[in-house]
């Protein structure tokens, strides 16, 4: 807004003193350079005192989530002292923004009091020399500090425009992140018969440098049962997270009957294809809200039917408030057990044609997973099971076992043949 008053102030000054509005232009452009140059390092503080309050929430949310295990662990001083760190480092980022946008502030308001005393020392010889008059000097030294006086605001304006511009970047790295879901000519596939084929996929997670599979290929037929076995960090649970579409190969397709899967509605595909997490996430709510969340519109029935087949009616009929019971953030108040439990009767709400289990009954003691292994034989009759686990009990649901090792297919083939190779390598190098 001040800025056409600069212009006409300056202009004024021109017709009044001629020559003298060099001065209070060439203040003004000095002005204008050194905070251009000091908003150099300015935006870097800013942009780094951004990075430090996000790291601070991120900790804070962390140690909430993990409260716990910090007091179990009796590890509160780490993370006292990594509270500390980021405070500091913010602090030293927020005192260095100050730093510059003080400097930029002393900078304009001694070029602008060097101004002044430029047009009166100035003007002095002008008036001697006849050139000016007494009222004319009065005049420019007074439209000399009205119109660089707004130059002085330039600091607040500076630190004010790079934090704006900060949470413009992320708000806008925010709303240009693509949409996996709405994909123009997406495929809606109805009643899927359950092939499942990964064809010379590739995949890196972005913080790695290598390739956690690199021309892998794997087919699995509908209606087979599959077990993925190997170690720990062999990629099993990213196979299944690539068949339901949640990773995209770097490389390579996923196909679910014969159509890629970046192809297909994902949403659409979601739908059908039954996925458990590793470490499934129950929500603060009631047992029925959570187990309903994939359907909210389902009726009472089937969610009991649900419970039936996870095994969860088990402990949920004991309870006087039953499905009504409201479980804490993050499944609190209930075992790893139950919570996969209630994680499986959501992800069975649904009659889907592929299911993909990522170690089920990992958490499960052996009474509730034997019930669970006894419901789930007759229920996954005609529909593809793909499974890992590291538990023999959940081998009688397959016909089938892969073993992944150093991101490539080790052993392949019937459960029983699988089985006594392992126990031979297992003998061998006993």
């Given at each position: 807004?001040?800025?056409?008053?600069?212009?006409?102030?300056?202009?004024?000054?021109?017709?009044?003193?001629?020559?003298?509005?060099?001065?209070?232009?060439?203040?003004?452009?000095?002005?204008?350079?050194?905070?251009?140059?000091?908003?150099?390092?300015?935006?870097?503080?800013?942009?780094?005192?951004?990075?430090?309050?996000?790291?601070?929430?991120?900790?804070?949310?962390?140690?909430?989530?993990?409260?716990?295990?910090?007091?179990?662990?009796?590890?509160?001083?780490?993370?006292?002292?990594?509270?500390?760190?980021?405070?500091?480092?913010?602090?030293?980022?927020?005192?260095?923004?100050?730093y510059w946008s003080t400097l930029a502030l002393l900078?304009?308001?001694?070029?602008?009091?060097?101004?002044?005393?430029?047009?009166?020392?100035?003007?002095?010889?002008?008036?001697?020399?006849?050139?000016?008059?007494?009222?004319?000097?009065?005049?420019?030294?007074?439209?000399?500090?009205?119109?660089?006086?707004?130059?002085?605001?330039?600091?607040?304006?500076?630190?004010?425009?790079?934090?704006?511009?900060?949470?413009?970047?992320?708000l806008d790295d925010l709303m240009n992140t693509e949409?996996?879901?709405?994909?123009?000519?997406?495929?809606?596939?109805?009643?899927?018969?359950?092939?499942?084929?990964?064809?010379?996929?590739?995949?890196?997670?972005?913080?790695?440098?290598?390739?956690?599979?690199?021309?892998?290929?794997?087919?699995?037929?509908?209606?087979?049962?599959?077990?993925?076995?190997?170690?720990?960090?062999?990629?099993?649970?990213?196979?299944?997270?690539?068949?339901?579409?949640?990773?995209?190969?770097?490389?390579?397709?996923?196909?679910?009957?014969?159509?890629?899967?970046?192809?297909?509605?994902?949403?659409?595909?979601?739908?059908?294809?039954?996925?458990?997490?590793?470490?499934?996430?129950?929500?603060?709510?009631?047992?029925?809200?959570?187990?309903?969340?994939?359907?909210?519109?389902?009726?009472?029935?089937?969610?009991?039917?649900?419970?039936?087949?996870?095994?969860?009616?088990?402990?949920?009929?004991?309870?006087?408030?039953?499905?009504?019971?409201?479980?804490?953030?993050?499944?609190?108040?209930?075992?790893?057990?139950?919570?996969?439990?209630?994680?499986?009767?959501?992800?069975?709400?649904?009659?889907?044609?592929?299911?993909?289990?990522?170690?089920?009954?990992?958490?499960?003691?052996?009474?509730?997973?034997?019930?669970?292994?006894?419901?789930?034989?007759?229920?996954?009759?005609?529909?593809?099971?793909?499974?890992?686990?590291?538990?023999?009990?959940?081998?009688?649901?397959?016909?089938?076992?892969?073993?992944?090792?150093?991101?490539?297919?080790?052993?392949?083939?019937?459960?029983?043949?699988?089985?006594?190779?392992?126990?031979?390598?297992?003998?061998?190098?006993?």
């Amino acid at each position: 807004v001040d800025i056409p008053f600069i212009l006409i102030f300056i202009s004024i000054i021109g017709l009044i003193g001629g020559k003298l509005m060099l001065i209070p232009t060439q203040a003004a452009a000095l002005v204008v350079i050194s905070s251009i140059l000091i908003s150099i390092p300015l935006m870097r503080a800013v942009k780094q005192s951004f990075v430090g309050s996000g790291q601070k929430a991120a900790l804070l949310q962390e140690t909430i989530a993990g409260a716990e295990t910090i007091k179990s662990t009796t590890s509160q001083g780490y993370f006292i002292g990594r509270w500390q760190k980021y405070v500091a480092i913010t602090a030293s980022h927020a005192q260095e923004s100050r730093y510059w946008s003080t400097l930029a502030l002393l900078v304009s308001t001694v070029l602008i009091s060097l101004a002044t005393v430029g047009v009166v020392i100035w003007g002095v010889y002008l008036i001697r020399d006849g050139e000016l008059t007494v009222g004319g000097l009065i005049a420019c030294t007074i439209l000399t500090g009205r119109a660089l006086a707004p130059l002085g605001q330039i600091a607040a304006i500076l630190i004010r425009y790079q934090q704006a511009r900060c949470s413009l970047t992320a708000l806008d790295d925010l709303m240009n992140t693509e949409d996996e879901i709405q994909k123009k000519g997406s495929i809606q596939i109805k009643n899927l018969k359950g092939e499942i084929e990964l064809d010379k996929i590739s995949f890196r997670y972005p913080e790695q440098s290598t390739d956690l599979f690199n021309n892998f290929s794997l087919k699995i037929h509908a209606g087979e049962k599959v077990a993925i076995l190997g170690n720990i960090g062999s990629g099993k649970s990213t196979l299944l997270k690539l068949m339901q579409g949640l990773y995209t190969p770097t490389d390579g397709s996923v196909r679910i009957d014969n159509i890629d899967v970046r192809q297909l509605d994902l949403i659409d595909l979601r739908k059908q294809v039954g996925y458990l997490d590793q470490d499934p996430t129950l929500f603060f709510g009631t047992i029925r809200d959570n187990i309903a969340l994939k359907a909210p519109w389902v009726d009472d029935n089937q969610i009991l039917a649900a419970a039936n087949l996870s095994g969860a009616i088990q402990f949920i009929g004991k309870d006087p408030k039953g499905f009504g019971f409201t479980i804490g953030e993050n499944g609190k108040g209930l075992s790893g057990g139950q919570k996969q439990a209630i994680a499986l009767a959501r992800t069975l709400l649904i009659e889907s044609g592929i299911l993909l289990f990522d170690e089920p009954t990992a958490s499960m003691d052996a009474q509730l997973e034997r019930y669970f292994v006894e419901q789930m034989k007759s229920y996954c009759k005609n529909k593809t099971l793909v499974l890992t686990t590291y538990k023999n009990v959940l081998l009688e649901l397959v016909n089938r076992i892969v073993v992944i090792q150093n991101g490539k297919i080790h052993m392949d083939g019937p459960k029983n043949e699988i089985l006594t190779r392992l126990s031979t390598l297992s003998s061998g190098g006993a």
